[in-house]
């Protein structure tokens, strides 16, 4: 039985990504990303590693990799094996603009410029969320609060990618109550290519505050994944659909319109930060109405579960029986999973 067990970790050793660095230290794990000089190492025992890509001697990786070289002329699809310190085998497909050719050849560790693992959309299953709190609260001879909660959930299998959001925010300055609202947004994805894809749409809001008191929308449309993989992420879509407004007066109205939606978000220094912006901007068909509702904010990741935030949120309504401009500042703590 122990025979078994010590067989079955050397097994696991061998067939790990491991980094050879130049003060002797060796770092197993599962290579993630490149980026800016930053090597990112998830390992069993210390979970995700930033590592100095200028203190690495050699590297093998367990998987194959997208790479990338300084001139941008050609990558490379391929594994990573040991070599000569300040080396590396590339054992792959070289990819370039006079097309493709089987490749096993050293390559020094110097002109590499990014790597990152693929993403396999084609028969994937996987599930992320991630949970933002901001509490705020503050006594003086007026008391003020501040509540904001954020809840997002990606759940993909195969060619289908769903993502279920909802939001809350109130906040009060003694007994003025200056923000009250809730609400959610789901979206189905299906891939028709490993980049393109046909998205359906539904987002409803409750405010107690506003004029515009409810809205509701929902749409359908064309797609497109320019890539989403361990650097970032970035889609665009193009919807058709139906808006409709709801007021605090209790009268109603609702048009057809077409929209773009966008997600964009970057990774830097060895995912230590997130550079990030969705939204989406809408016009109404045979009205003058259009609305923006979106945010862009920065998150610092403290390790890969705990995260702090700052982000800027607009919703804003206009061309219609009454007009909505709400701006929100927020800064919090997430949890990622």
Avoid: C
């Avoid at 590693?49 to 203190?55: A, G, I, S, T, Y």
């Avoid at 749409?201 to 449309?221: C, I, M, P």
Wanted: net charge negative.
């Amino acid at each position: 039985m122990l025979l078994v067990s010590w067989s079955t970790l050397f097994a696991a050793a061998v067939h790990a990504g491991t980094v050879w660095m130049d003060n002797g230290d060796r770092i197993t794990g599962t290579i993630l990303s490149l980026d800016n000089g930053i090597l990112l190492v998830n390992t069993p025992y210390g979970g995700d590693v930033r590592l100095q890509f200028k203190h690495v001697k050699t590297l093998q990786s367990d998987k194959d990799l997208v790479i990338r070289d300084k001139t941008i002329e050609h990558d490379y699809y391929a594994k990573l094996l040991r070599a000569d310190s300040g080396k590396v085998v590339v054992d792959g497909v070289e990819r370039s603009p006079d097309g493709q050719a089987d490749v096993k050849t050293d390559v020094a560790l110097a002109s590499l410029d990014s790597m990152t693992r693929p993403r396999r959309l084609w028969g994937e299953t996987s599930v992320s969320g991630k949970f933002d709190l901001s509490l705020n609260q503050k006594t003086a001879s007026v008391n003020s609060q501040d509540f904001a909660a954020d809840f997002s959930l990606d759940a993909r299998r195969g060619l289908w990618r769903n993502i279920l959001s909802a939001a809350w925010h109130r906040s009060k300055d003694g007994d003025d109550t200056g923000t009250d609202n809730y609400g959610g947004d789901y979206t189905l994805d299906r891939f028709l290519t490993d980049k393109a894809f046909w998205q359906g749409r539904l987002r409803y809001k409750r405010d107690y505050v506003e004029e515009v008191s409810r809205q509701s929308a929902y749409g359908t449309g064309p797609g497109y994944q320019f890539w989403d993989d361990e650097l970032g992420a970035f889609s665009l879509s193009a919807l058709v659909g139906r808006i409709e407004y709801g007021y605090s007066d209790g009268g109603n109205e609702g048009f057809y319109a077409v929209g773009t939606r966008w997600n964009y978000a970057r990774y830097l220094s060895g995912k230590q930060f997130t550079v990030y912006t969705m939204g989406e901007v809408y016009r109404a068909l045979g009205a003058a109405g259009y609305g923006i509702n979106g945010e862009i904010g920065l998150r610092y990741n403290v390790n890969s579960t705990l995260s702090l935030y700052v982000k800027y949120a607009r919703d804003q309504v206009s061309g219609s029986r009454e007009s909505m401009n709400e701006s929100t500042y927020g800064t919090g703590v997430g949890l990622t999973w």
